[in-house]
Structure formats: structure tokens, C-alpha cells
């Protein structure tokens, strides 16, 4: 059996074989995030393996950056700005603060792009009943718009489609004739519930979903096959639980949390080992840190999960705060002065400036080696070099008048606070004890 978690910064490959667990760590390639897979696969000899369990932070990690594929967004009309609205909810430390903005809203990062996000002439009543019939002339002419914007994808959500989806059928079939052959997801498969804002939120995250996994998940069938590899390829789901491939790119929402989750669930099985079933878990990757909680050795599960704060997804998932700070987090000057870390990361390419491949941002991982908790010689095992000398030219290119070590010493305090602040959102943390 071989299994991968594909990071946003490398990509890990463990195998058992006769009892044997075999590792190897590969950087993950942006460009080509199945050709790091397919290379550790090899190395670990894939020909032989029955099994082959596949779990990722690629589209989260596309999320929490912002680096995703341009889709377009149709809705009932008068309700374009729902994404932006989201709940309406603030978070506990940002009540009283009047300068908070929620992060995927339009003034600061939004999914969607106000522009792409188009009104629709047409209503459903609560009960089903046809209020407006969908205007078919003034919905061409906003699919036009969206053609013309070159979309990539469209996703649909229109109110109460949940109890008649006629109109987001139709809508549909407008968007294939029009636009082409794109990706569309309509609210009323995805996520047949009520409450538009996370019907709505999670149809655009299964749209973006199938962008970014859909040609990724070919291109790794048939690589695996080229190696020989004739066994079952599954994908980890949100809960952890093992999907065959193609029961998973039908509904790819249900994926985008399927690393963390999987490191939950791995974190529970080692408390096991030593007695302890309540645990607080913190999984530091190269973009993001995961915190979750196990309770009575059992993952915490809930029925919907946030990608940030009021980012909501209908799913069945693992309960785990993501927040952006990562091993390969950059840190920043903000508009004030201050040093600011994440939650842009340098990712694999070119990945932290001590890494040697052409970074010249400093990150969480050249904060680490400069204070001397990373081991030069020691770093992935010793299959990755890194270069102290590179850290400290990248420090000293930032606008601050701090010292080095006092930069130093500050980016690290601002990525545990946050690695603290994500504690804090977890529920019954005074129960855990940290894995």
C-alpha cells in the first residue's frame, strides 16, 4: 500500500511493504502537482502496491492564498452580494473592532469577484412554487458576460432552488450552450439544504474544486498506470474516509479539506499509543497550520466546516481551524510598519529564500533556521539543503528598522500567536492535552 499528502510545499509519500514503512519527501510543483506524486510513487516502487490512498492540502492551500481559476457566479437577482455578506458574524476578538473585515469579502479577497457575479431574473418560493419565471433572454445576456470574462467555471445558486432546482437545471444548460464545454455546479446537487449563504459558499468552492482537481486527478490515474500501478486509487474525503476517485471528482468539495483531516485522524491513532484520548492538534505544513480536537479518541466531526472565519462548507468533515501560517509563510512589512507573517506563502517554487532556488522573501522556515531550531543538516531528513546565509540576506532586504535578531524574534512570536489564536477557536480545549 502507498499512500501521499500532497502539501502546499512538499509532497510526502510513505509505503508499507512486508512490514516495512518506506518514506520520501518531494517538493511540490505548482505547474505540475501530479509529477512530484507520480516521482515518490516511483521511487517507492508503485508497480507492487495493491492500494494507493491519496489525501491533499493543494485546494485549500489555493484558497487560503487566492490562487484560483476565475469562475462566475449566478443567483437570484438582488442576491449577488451574499458572498460578500457571508453570515454576518464576526469573531470574538473582532466585535468592537470598526476596521474588520471578513477575509473573502470585497474589500479584501473575495472568491468571486463582484463582477463575475451575476443577478438572475427569476424566484422560487419557499415551498416550490414558481414566484417569477427564470427570464431566459436577460439570463443569456449574463452568461454573455461571463463568457466574454472568460470564466473558467460557473457555479449556481439560486434561493430555494433546494426545493424546486427547475431553474438552476435550465440555467445549466444555458451556461454548456453558451459558454462551452466549463465546469458548472448548481446548489440544488452540491448541497440541497437550506440557508443560501452556505448552499451558495459551497457551490463555489466545489466549482473551483473541480478546476483545480479535475485534470490533476487524470493526469494521476493514468501516470499511475503508466508505472505499472494496477490497484484502487482513493481520496481522502473531509472525514478522512477513503473515496474511490471517481465517486470523489464528482462532488470535489468534500476533498478540499482532506489533508488536515487525515492528520487528524492520524493524531488520534498515535494518542492511542500512548494512552491518551484527548488531545489538541496542531498540524504545521508549508502554508498552513491545521488545529483540530479528539475527544474520546475519536476525531470531533461536524456537518459543515469554515475554510476561514464564515467561509462555510456543507460537508461532513473534521472539525479543524485553518489559519495561514506555514512553514513557507512569508513575512512582511504592513502599511503601519509592523512585521506581519503569512498568509501569502512561498510554496514550493521558489519556496523559502534558504531553500536556494531563487526566493528572496523571508518565511517562517528561515525565521526557524536563524534562531537555531532547524538543523542545516538535518532538514527533510537531509534531502533538502538549506542555506542560513540566504536566510539572513532575506531578513535584511525587509523595510524595518529592527535589528536581524529582533526580526527574527518577532516573526516567530506573531506565527506561534497565531498557532494560539487557531487553539483558541478549538471547543473543549481545556479538556486535550497538545499531541
Known amino acids: 500500500m502507498i499512500a501521499v499528502d500532497v502539501g502546499g510545499t512538499f509532497t510526502d509519500v510513505v509505503g508499507w511493504r512486508d512490514g516495512q514503512i518506506l518514506t520520501t519527501k518531494v517538493s511540490t510543483a505548482y505547474d505540475d502537482v501530479a509529477a512530484p506524486v507520480l516521482a515518490g510513487a516511483a521511487r517507492l516502487g508503485v508497480e507492487d502496491s495493491m492500494v494507493f490512498n491519496h489525501a491533499s492540502t493543494h485546494g485549500l492551500n489555493a484558497i487560503i492564498t487566492r490562487n484560483l481559476p476565475k469562475i462566475g457566479f449566478l443567483t437570484t437577482e438582488g442576491h449577488r452580494d451574499i458572498l460578500d455578506m457571508g453570515r454576518v458574524w464576526r469573531p470574538a476578538d473582532a466585535i468592537l473592532d470598526p476596521g474588520w473585515r471578513r477575509s473573502f469579502g470585497d474589500a479584501a479577497r473575495p472568491l468571486v469577484d463582484r463582477y463575475l457575479r451575476r443577478g438572475i431574473a427569476e424566484r422560487m418560493l419557499a415551498d416550490g412554487a414558481v414566484l417569477f419565471d427564470l427570464d431566459e433572454p436577460q439570463a443569456r445576456a449574463e452568461i454573455e458576460v461571463l463568457r466574454d470574462c472568460g470564466v473558467a467555471g460557473v457555479a449556481i445558486c439560486l434561493i430555494n432552488a433546494y426545493v424546486n432546482p427547475a431553474h438552476e437545471q435550465r440555467l445549466r444548460e444555458l451556461v454548456v450552450e453558451i459558454i462551452g464545454d466549463v465546469p458548472v455546479s448548481i446548489s440544488s446537487e ?246
Open 190 to 435: 452540491v448541497s440541497p439544504l437550506a440557508k443560501e449563504y452556505a448552499r451558495a459558499s459551497t457551490t463555489v468552492v466545489d466549482s473551483l474544486m473541480k478546476i483545480i482537481y479535475a485534470d490533476y486527478s487524470r493526469r494521476l490515474d493514468t501516470g499511475l498506470h503508466d508505472l505499472g500501478f494496477s490497484g484502487q486509487l482513493n481520496f481522502a474525503d473531509c472525514a478522512a474516509t477513503l473515496v474511490p476517485v471517481e465517486h470523489a471528482m464528482a462532488r470535489p468539495f468534500r476533498v478540499v479539506f482532506s489533508g488536515p483531516a487525515a492528520g487528524t485522524v492520524a493524531c488520534a491513532h498515535f494518542g492511542s499509543m500512548i494512552g491518551e484520548k484527548d488531545l489538541l492538534c496542531a498540524d504545521v505544513g508549508g502554508t498552513s497550520c491545521d488545529i483540530s480536537v479528539v475527544t474520546g479518541g475519536e476525531p470531533f466531526v461536524n456537518t459543515s466546516f469554515e475554510l476561514e472565519h464564515d467561509l462555510v462548507v456543507n460537508a461532513l468533515a473534521n472539525d479543524i481551524s485553518s489559519i495561514g501560517a506555514g512553514g513557507g509563510s512569508i513575512v512582511h512589512i504592513g502599511t503601519h510598519g509592523e512585521i506581519l507573517v503569512g498568509p501569502d506563502s512561498a510554496r514550493a517554487e521558489p519556496g523559502p529564500a534558504c531553500f536556494g532556488r531563487g526566493g528572496t522573501q523571508p518565511t517562517t522556515t528561515d525565521t526557524a533556521l536563524m534562531i537555531g531550531i532547524l538543523d542545516p543538516d538535518g532538514f527533510a531528513g537531509g534531502e533538502v539543503f538549506i542555506d542560513r546565509e540566504l536566510s539572513r540576506k532575506a531578513f535584511e532586504s525587509l523595510d524595518c528598522e529592527l535589528t536581524l535578531g529582533a526580526s527574527g524574534e518577532t516573526c516567530l512570536r506573531d506565527g506561534r500567536a497565531q498557532h494560539g489564536g487557531g487553539c483558541v477557536q478549538c471547543r473543549h480545549q481545556e479538556r486535550c492535552r497538545p499531541a
